[in-house]
């Protein structure tokens, strides 16, 4: 087991003679037989296994999906897979905790897909009615091995026989493990390769080529995701879509959120309660950030009110059951209509991601799509005469000695987006923000300006103001496709869809 050890109460009991266990244990339905469909996702998982298979032939590849994290004593967080578990096999958010994906090597070439997991107990086992964490009395029903070989087209085991599995010809052959994703079973392929394995989860008594190997596992499957498939730009549009609606449960929310107090909290519940009905949940905790909180980059405790004549940045996206996840930004005046002051920086950071979206185009490298948002925004400070005495636009531009004008954008203009939102995220520099953009890619377009409540620097009609604009964007054979155009983004049409949507009359 690599879940976390809960606390276990000592005043709590289960009945436990034999006429109990006899009468739990009796008088049930008989469980459906049918074979589970074989889902669309698994073809595609199929391809990607053959990809890895192909870079590390004759080689043992261990991917688990981690374990259950304790919240508080006997309670636990939801369980999300790991990410690379998720690619590899499909399973989304129906992932059991402690699964394991081992890549077994054939004799003849190729590797054997194997799903390790904890499988449906049987009703006269005590794990049914007694095991307050996995039984089924309890939490509710796992999947059985067939339900599994069936679905995904892979073979699978009970769990107690990863072990063994593991530690086959484990002195013959190349071990690989996705570290991150477990530290426990990480251990144990460290204890299958010869060595002690410590706390750290290195190996005491062994080189230290196995974690730079499993460094190199973990980077490849990162880079896998960079190009999405047709399926999973399907994915992608219908997190984007749940996204859009729940932006429009906040607009049409926002005078409630003024009415009633704790404003950003509203917010925050609103667009939760959308994403868990229309997809698995939140992709990441939303930033519900009204007035000055906007201007601090990841305002996720949203605690504050929600003020007439004030914006609010709003940073969420849906996540589907499959973990695709959609990072949409907008910037929306509480009242319905932009200040004029509002507005004029609002259409700056406009201007600077329409640069930004123009360098989407294969052939441009990633860095490209922050250069050209990053000097709109530079330059609009220049004019309107924020930076120090003397500096020119190409002084702070000069990416050695300059960057003055981060003062008030801070975080960079992109990142992959896919199953994290932060994808292919263990790639190297020269890979990703060096990496040319190639069709099929899917990443986020997010310049912005903040001007904090106490920043001196700034004009005194600029502070408390923080905009931030983010699409999703799709690059083509021939340029980009923006995911999320549906979610207006100019100053009229974001006035407008405001004055839509409470109007009833949508966007």
């Known amino acids: 087991m690599t879940s976390d050890k809960q606390v276990k109460a ?40 053959a990809a890895v298979s192909q870079r ?37 958010a129906d992932s059991e905790p402690d699964s394991v994906l081992v890549l077994d090597p054939k004799p003849d070439g190729g590797h054997e897909a194997v799903v390790f997991f904890r499988p449906l107990a049987s009703r006269d086992s005590e794990e049914f009615f007694a095991d307050a964490r996995f039984g089924e009395f309890w939490v509710g029903p796992r999947p059985t091995i067939q339900d599994i070989e069936s679905r995904l087209g892979v073979s699978a085991r009970h769990i107690d026989s990863f072990a ?14 996705v570290r991150a994703a477990d530290e426990q079973v990480a251990r144990r392929v460290d204890q299958a390769r010869g060595g002690t394995a410590t706390s750290e989860g290195a190996t005491s008594g062994a080189t230290a080529e196995p974690n730079e190997a499993d460094e190199e596992l973990a980077r490849f499957l990162s880079g896998m995701r960079i190009v999405k498939d047709g399926w999973e730009i399907g994915e992608m549009r219908r997190a984007i879509a749940a996204t859009h609606q729940g932006f429009d449960a906040i607009i049409a929310g926002l005078p409630e959120a003024v009415r009633k107090g704790r404003g950003e909290r509203w917010v925050e519940g609103l667009f939760g309660l959308h994403a868990r009905h229309e997809g698995n949940g939140l992709g990441y905790e939303s930033i519900c950030a009204s007035g000055d909180h906007a201007n601090t980059i990841h305002w996720t405790k949203n605690t504050g009110q929600v003020r007439e004549g004030d914006l609010i940045l709003v ?15 907008r910037t929306l005046p509480v009242s319905g209509r932009f200040s004029a002051v509002q507005r004029k920086i609002y ?33 609009k400070l220049h004019e309107w005469g924020l930076l120090p005495d003397g500096v020119t636009l190409e002084q702070t531009l000069d990416p050695e000695n300059g960057g003055l004008h981060r003062r008030w954008m801070v975080h960079g203009t992109s990142h992959h987006l896919g199953l994290d939102v932060h994808d292919c995220q263990m790639l190297l520099r020269k890979d990703y923000m060096d990496g040319e953009l190639r069709p099929g890619m899917i990443l986020t377009v997010e310049p912005g300006l903040y001007f904090k409540a106490d920043d001196l620097v700034a004009p005194e009609e600029f502070r408390g103001i923080g905009v931030r604009i983010e699409d999703n964007v799709l690059v083509t054979e021939d340029g980009h496709e923006n995911l999320s155009a549906a979610m207006p983004r100019t100053a009229d049409d974001v006035e407008a869809w405001i004055a839509a949507v409470q109007s009833g009359a949508g966007a």
């Not at 919240?71 to 636990?76: A, E, G, H, P, Q």
């Not at 063994?164 to 493990?177: E, H, M, N």
């Open 10 to 49: 000592s005043h709590r009991n289960v009945p436990g003679s034999d006429a109990f266990r006899a009468f739990i244990a009796s008088g049930w339905a008989s469980r459906s037989t049918e074979p589970v469909p074989r889902v669309a996702v698994a073809d595609h998982a199929a391809d990607r296994r």
């Open 347 to 379: 259409e700056a950071v406009l201007e600077a991601q329409e640069a930004g979206m123009a360098a989407v185009k294969p052939g441009n490298r990633f860095s490209d799509i922050h250069a050209a948002a990053n000097r709109v925004i530079a330059r």
């Open 56 to 92: 590390f032939p004759g080689e043992r590849l261990v991917i688990p999906a981690g374990g259950l994290k304790v919240r508080s004593n006997d309670t636990d967080f939801t369980f999300r897979a790991h990410t690379a578990f998720a690619y590899l096999t499909g399973l989304g």
């Open 164 to 177: 063994d599995a593991l530690a086959k010809d484990a002195g013959a052959i190349q071990l690989r493990v």
């Open 315 to 329: 940073d969420a996206g849906v996540e589907l059951d499959s973990l695709y996840t959609a990072d949409i930004t």
